[in-house]
């Protein structure tokens, strides 16, 4: 009885630890390779919010034929040395959603997206410099992404998109455990936080919202059952070997006494 009981206990065991190669897979329900499906994706314009870090310049021609950088603001961020100094030296929003640039002045930025804020900029700095040409850039365009990947941590972008599918590829990919069906994308939005549930076997996932991720977005990849089951196993196989060797013992006094 003791054997029958063990030998159970490794079937349920097994059979609840099982993955299919379905679910390790990403968007199972493309069509087939022969076959083509066309797909509208929303790619949002980032618009600035407080604590977000700008690289901005301002370059013109002097007279002598010299490009010159009137608003050096340091590097554009190309290095993790690199971020850390445009931090030091960019141009943070702050709480009211405005930048203070030397000689230009104050500007009001929260709210607005890249292009936008470039184009207001470019009015300011011709009133103080002749013939310039503004560039924007946001340096702190950084994702969080935590649970079962294999390389949680912190991302920093150096592009103006990212998609989630990126950033899962930058962890190192979804482990062993992590559940393909429970991707939770956080996202803070002024003084709001929304979420959403992305699905990667589900090709509807190039649709959604949050498809394109947006500076701040928080990533947790969900564990799947088998992870938390296979973490009890040794609670559970000391349980069922603690019964069984009760029962055995019982039996045996029941043996004995007769």
């Known amino acids: 009885m ?12 097994l059979v609840s630890s099982c993955t299919s190669m379905k679910q390790l897979g990403y968007l199972n329900n493309l069509p087939k390779p022969s076959s083509e499906e066309t ?13 977000d870090v700008l690289y901005i310049t301002a370059k013109a021609m002097t007279p ?26 960019g141009y943070v929003v702050n709480r009211e959603g405005n930048i203070t640039i030397p000689v230009v002045g104050t500007i009001k930025l929260g709210g607005l997206t ?3 804020t470039r184009k207001l900029v470019q009015t300011f700095v011709d009133k103080v410099f002749n013939n310039s040409t503004v560039e924007c850039k946001l340096r702190s365009f950084k ?16 592009s103006n998109y990212l998609t989630v599918l990126e950033a899962i590829g930058r962890a190192g990919g979804i482990s062993d455990f992590g559940n393909r069906h429970k991707i939770l994308v956080i996202r803070p939005v002024d003084k709001e936080t929304k979420t959403f549930s992305l699905n990667l076997q589900d090709k509807q996932i190039i649709t959604s919202d949050a498809y394109f991720l947006l500076p701040n977005d928080v990533v947790i ?30 039996l045996l006094l029941i043996y004995l006494i007769k």
């Not at 030998?7 to 065991?13: D, F």
């Not at 797909?39 to 604590?51: A, E, G, S």
């Not at 969080?144 to 294999?150: A, R």
């Open 2 to 13: 003791k054997q029958n009981l063990l030998i159970l206990t490794v079937s349920i065991l």
């Open 114 to 116: 890249l292009e936008e």
């Open 64 to 89: 002598d034929g010299m490009i010159t950088d009137y608003l050096s603001s340091g590097t554009s961020g190309s290095t993790q040395q690199d971020a850390s100094e445009g931090y030091l030296s």
């Open 221 to 250: 990849v969900q564990p799947t059952r088998q992870k938390i089951f296979n973490l009890n196993t040794p609670t559970i196989a000391f349980l069922m070997s603690s019964i069984s060797a009760a029962i055995s013992t019982t």
């Open 39 to 51: 797909f509208t994706m929303n790619i949002p314009d980032y618009k600035l919010q407080q604590r």
């Open 143 to 158: 994702v969080t992404i935590i649970g079962e990947v294999k390389s949680p941590g912190i991302i920093l972008i150096y």
